[in-house]
């Protein structure tokens, strides 16, 4: 079986974020493939929304068998059994997790469900700079100032 290389990032601002970002990372590893590599888990203010409770976030790198839509719907029902409420796409909100898909080899893909790579993880710091920790052939230039 063909493994492919994807990297996630994780985010959780509400309840105990550090047991759910390890409850997240044992979920995945169970169910999407070996974990290959961690960054460093980074506390940052909400972005997009305000919030009283910082985030805290990090990117991993796994190997997978699973096509990209495979590992997308692995990622939601993760989601969904961590507590995780419907994602909106018109307002951000505080969530236990968030996983998101930021890379799948080096496929660029767009679907109604998916576009790769993630429309928005170079205007992120809380994803570039974790991800360029662990990424070691990026180099991402740092996001925009809005």
Do not use: C
Not at 39 to 67: C, D, H, Q, R
Not at 78 to 84: D, F, L, N, P, V
Not at 122 to 139: A, C, G, T
């Amino acid at each position: 079986m063909q493994q492919h290389i994807v990297y996630l990032g994780l985010g959780t601002n509400l309840g105990e974020k550090h047991a759910n970002l390890f409850h997240a990372l044992r979920l995945i590893a169970g169910r999407i493939g070996v974990l290959s590599a961690l960054s460093s888990v980074y506390e940052t203010e909400a972005w997009g929304f305000e919030s009283p409770n910082s985030f805290l976030n990090m990117v991993i790198k796994a190997e997978t068998a699973l096509s990209p839509l495979e590992v997308l719907h692995a990622t939601q029902a993760i989601e969904k059994e961590m507590g995780r409420t419907e994602k909106t796409t018109t307002a951000y909100h505080d969530r236990i997790i968030d996983i998101d898909l930021i890379l799948y080899d080096d496929l660029n893909y767009q679907s109604e469900e998916l576009t790769l790579p993630h429309p928005y993880y170079r205007e992120r710091e809380f994803v570039w700079k974790p991800l360029q920790e662990i990424m070691s052939s990026i180099r991402l230039s740092p996001p925009s100032k809005h």
